[in-house]
């Protein structure tokens, strides 16, 4: 079975930085994209940033903001993505969640309604 684990949340203050971890196991293929997408409080999931595992090509949202301060990576060997974000603002307030699929994110991206297996979420709170 693919599990994702996601944690490295916690609270920083406006401008500070945090490392969120995702650890997968159980996928059959290498041919997989993990995406992070975060949930604010009384909003709808959104994607954040993917990548996959096969080429370590990332994808980002449009959004400026999180592709100016928002940087997604993997580590094959630990089986491991990991989303650092820095100079983060209170809009980041959120609970951030890794997802995964099969075959990428090439025609995908984060919609989120392809991503088949999702993680337990991690909370991030940015005071100010």
């Known amino acids: 079975d693919v599990q994702l684990q996601a944690s490295g949340g916690g609270l920083v203050q406006v401008g500070g930085s945090l490392r969120l971890s995702c650890v997968v196991f159980?996928?059959?293929?290498?041919?997989?994209?993990i995406a992070w997408f975060r949930q604010a409080p009384g909003k709808e999931r959104e994607g954040v940033a993917a990548i996959s595992r096969d080429s370590g090509v990332p994808y980002y949202t449009p959004t400026a903001p999180v592709r100016d301060r928002f940087t997604i990576s993997i580590d094959n060997a630990k089986n491991t993505v990991y989303l650092k974000m820095s100079d983060l603002k209170p809009e980041g307030t959120a609970v951030y969640y890794c997802?995964?699929?099969?075959?990428?994110?090439?025609?995908?991206?984060?919609?989120?309604?392809?991503?088949?297996?999702w993680g337990q979420g991690t909370l991030v709170t940015v005071s100010s």
């Open positions: 997802a995964g699929r099969l075959y990428g994110w090439v025609g995908v991206f984060l919609n989120r309604r392809r991503y088949d297996y």
């Open positions: 159980g996928f059959a293929e290498d041919d997989y994209a």
